[in-house]
């Protein structure tokens, strides 16, 4: 009886790891890994990204003869069709793009970038449950570090503009970290409702086209094939004395008017000019920030399949008697874009913004499958 249950479970295995496909992504010519290639399988559902290795897995067992759609803003976009379940490594194609030329419009570039931003946002499927990987990274120089990661849906409506956020699985690791202020400082610039509000409604995008002390400007480049894309490059006033100064650039579609890549952070030339705030019962400093995300725009279908944010604080509080600097990382890779006419009843929608304060929340080990990344791949 041990050896046919020993078997069994063998045999359960096998067919476990069968489920999926897996591969590498790499560039032809180079042979380097690729990171947040997009994989979307034929017919639009699941999504991946590439990770830092140029590796994905699509958690779906009907998958033989149909296509795998690679797309990345700066490559040419693959199709493959999947004739068996074997790992196997794709090589795209960089596209060749002409020299970028500044574009002159006749009506100011805030404008021009803000009809994207609402052009974007609206493109976005509604009636859609948004499945994904979220984890938190939080460290500190004085205290140990600790995590938190979960399986998240998000619940896109179409009769309002909130997105409801229900944590199916979730864990948290602290490795030293017990002062519970300590942690709420910590955290207090990073939740998952920002993230989400800002990777499908750009809300930061929104508020930092409106700002006067950045400055905006946009360049076009051609590839041979006659693709088009625009960049609109973001960098202060010069001379600026503001504080949380951007720079960074964001790709755009232009003739789509939908947003493909961005990529902003802390302009390093005024990041001195950043000063202490109050927050709470403490004061706090932010030394520097990022944002990235990164979309695809398939078969007529818009999609978010990465975001990611952090930050570098410094706070002070005479209460908590702390004086510590802190860094915090979070980022959302997506699964799938499910449609759905029911929607979670309110009981099942989180609280707590922050995914780490929801502790062991889990009844599997999510962290095991191949589709998310382990908390040991925080950098």
């Known amino acids: 009886m041990k050896k046919y249950v020993t078997l069994l479970l063998l045999i359960t295995g096998m067919v476990m790891q069968a489920q999926g496909i897996q591969g590498v992504v790499v560039d032809k010519e180079t042979n380097a890994p690729l990171e947040f290639v997009s ?22 067992s009907d998958v033989i003869g149909k296509q795998l759609i690679f797309s990345n803003v700066h490559y040419e976009e693959l199709r ?3 004739n068996d379940t074997k790992p196997f490594t794709v090589g795209l194609e960089a596209i060749s793009f002409q020299m ?12 021009v970038f803000d009809e994207v931003i609402k052009n974007s946002e609206k493109s976005f499927k509604t009636n859609i449950q ?34 409801d956020i229900v944590v199916n699985e979730s864990r948290s690791v602290d490795t030293g970290m017990v002062d519970e202020q300590a942690k709420s400082l910590s955290t207090v610039n990073m939740n998952m409702e920002d993230a989400i509000e800002n990777a499908l409604q750009f809300k930061f995008l929104k508020k930092l086209i409106k700002n006067k002390d950045q ?9 041979a094939n006659g ?30 008017k939908l947003i493909l890549d961005i990529d902003l952070q802390f302009a390093e030339k005024y990041k001195g000019n950043n000063k202490m705030m109050n927050v709470i019962v403490a004061k706090i400093k932010i030394n520097d920030f990022k944002r990235k995300a990164r979309y695809a725009y398939v078969n007529g279908v818009y999609y978010i399949t990465y975001f990611e944010y952090a930050y570098d604080i410094s706070a002070t509080s005479k ?6 600097r802190f860094t915090g990382n979070a980022q959302m890779y997506v699964f799938s874009f499910t449609p759905v006419s029911v929607f979670p009843p309110k009981n099942k929608l989180i609280k707590e913004t922050a995914l780490y304060k929801l502790g062991k929340n889990y009844t599997t080990e999510f962290w095991k499958k191949p589709n998310v990344q382990h908390l040991t791949d925080y950098k």
């Open 39 to 60: 994989v979307i399988l034929e017919g639009g559902q699941l999504t991946a990204s590439t990770n830092e290795k140029g590796e994905f897995y699509l958690n779906v």
């Open 80 to 82: 493959y069709k999947v």
């Open 100 to 111: 970028e030329e500044m574009v002159l419009y006749d009506r100011p570039i805030r404008d």
């Open 130 to 163: 948004l499945s994904t990987f979220y984890k938190e990274n939080y460290k500190s120089n004085t205290w140990k570090s600790f995590y938190a990661d979960g399986l998240v849906d998000f619940y896109i409506k179409n009769k309002t503009s909130k997105i």
């Open 215 to 223: 400055e905006f400007y946009i360049t076009m480049q051609q590839s």
């Open 227 to 256: 693709e088009i894309l625009h960049t609109l490059y973001i960098e202060p006033v010069e001379n600026s004395k503001a504080e949380n100064l951007i720079e960074g650039k964001v790709v755009f579609n232009e003739e789509k």
């Open 319 to 324: 209460m908590a008697k702390l004086d510590d």
